[in-house]
DNA sequence: CGTAAACAAGCAAACGTTTGCACGATTATT
DNA sequence: AATAATCGTGCAAACGTTTGCTTGTTTACG
């Protein structure tokens, strides 16, 4: 039955008392007396009272929620990575917004849009791959309501983010190559303005240098991510004067398909060619072929840093204190050897 | 820097006119002239004006957002499904709250808690694996918040639903192995109390009729979708004395488990034993072992149903008719036959 | 020219809650 | 016993917007 919700008005009235005791004595004020309190607490229960959310978002000017965009659900990293914002989130009682750009700036910047025009309190993002200018970030910022970035973080000063250090993961990556006896080791590395791809190439340089072995410019090759670039870039590196007997990929979408690529080229994959990739992608043991290792960038961690940096910035402003500066969390990355089988 | 969102009195008080009028000018109300609509207008573009959405949620005791709660983002057929919601719900300006149950009950209770307290207008649901009671769904219906439940659908009468016939295609699915050559053909299935188990197996029955096989009963195995259960379920199948040499898995998800269980068991995986499963993993092609055919539920379309239909249900309760009855929408699944290789 | 119709705009209430301030009543202090 | 301190409660404003009703002004018509 359509009951409507019962108010702190009604209350008062029932109780001939103002509504300015109800509202105290629900919230435990010290200047109510516990007869009265009590007495509130008790009929309130009674008829089921609930406050109404809206009115205090309103009367607040804080809707108690986060906004989270980035570029798909559907990768595993991402979904895990909402997990570890979703908890922080709900453990702090804020409600989490969440939407996907499909990697289009044209999508990311409605989704930021319609989060500002629903007063999110702050936002947590991850660009998308095809955002190429930053303004609409900017506008947030101006209206004062905070940003943390992470994993895919835009090459903009003064921001907060978490991310996570790709050249340690690197480093091991090719330092587990070599010691499994490669000395031909390619990068098949993601597009080049990405930040993320300067650092694997940095990581890929100084393990080289660690294990002297001559940094060579035609073992590299950029993908834009898409299967076909993918196989663009790999078909790069197979035709290699130099034979290519390993190949860090960035991510394991990509090796998927360089593997795939490989194959089809008979080139035979963990025989004729190794591979190690990024984000521990977990159907790896159901893969007819598999990375050697991947280096693990802990998503659920980085969601929870994220959001616990996002909370802290929202607690700063409510108290309006001057930012003292910008928030940076960079976790390391590690690497994960899979069992061979 | 910082500037306080200007609001519609400010405007009034510029323009030397009433907030009635202002309102009702950037509403292109018909009883304001023209001079002074675009007065309005024009200034409050100047000044950035943007409606407050809390204030204009209280009033209307509204929030144009909608809640999803379903099991978890990372299982594909679930993020597709949000897609669908997501785009169906923008398109009618609509925000989405998501929220993962993760398969617990008590998860599932506190999110829909959340989402009651933070009024969302109606909520898409898709129960969790654990859901034993479906008291708290009771309590929403109560407080006369409408729910639309996909895929997933609770066992109990006066619901609005969207789901998937999988009778159809494991219909078929049997007759796909039939035409192959198969006369035993076992069915991995998910939890009994399952409403969609009841349809496969339903399904299968008929299938076998048709193709006037005898139905026993010792090629049915039900297996709880945890590793371990799917494992037990398949050794279950695998030592029937009749040698089944095809099997209809209860999801892709099972199917992995079973075809590692059986190669491990010395089965050979599409030459001794062949797989059939539901809902198109979107890695099939790169798998070790992967099944025939993939019975494709169409996720985005549930998810685009359901908030269509979601939609239809709040403009009712806007408009306060009684409700009709009680809607229901089954779409026919259909069996994707994948390229053997 | 007088009356009715159409048009433009304003007033004020309402949505539910929180909170600074004021007030009366009780208790403590000297 | 008078004054001060403390306690418990109420008043009223504020948050930003929408909307039913009223009022004043212009236009149209016979």
Redesign the interface.
Known sequence: ???K?PTIKEIAKKLNISVSSVSRALHDHPSIGLRTRLRVQQLAKEMNY?P????I??QQ?K?F?IGVILP???E?FF??A??GI?DTA?KNSY??????S?DEMEKEQ?LLE?M????VDGLIVSISKNTSSYAHFEVLK???IPIVYFDRIPNMPDIHYVACNMVSGTIQAVNYLHKKGHRVIGLLNGPEKLFSSAERLDGYRKALDKNRLKYDPSLVANSDLTTEGNYEATKKLLVNKRRVTSIVAFNDYVA?DA??YAQEQKVKVNKDICFVSYANF??A?????SPMASVEQFPYIQGQKATEMLLELLKKNDESETNPGYYKIILDSQLIIYNQQ
Chains 1, 2 share one sequence.
């Open positions: 039955m359509t009951q919700q609930e109404n959310q809206t009115a978002f309103f000017r809707t929620t798909h659900l559907s595993s979904s895990d909402i997990s979703e709900h409600t989490v917004l969440i939407g996907q499909h409605q319609s500002k025009k629903h007063r101006n209206a004062n998927l593997m795939h977990p159907f043991k159901y893969l007819r072929y």
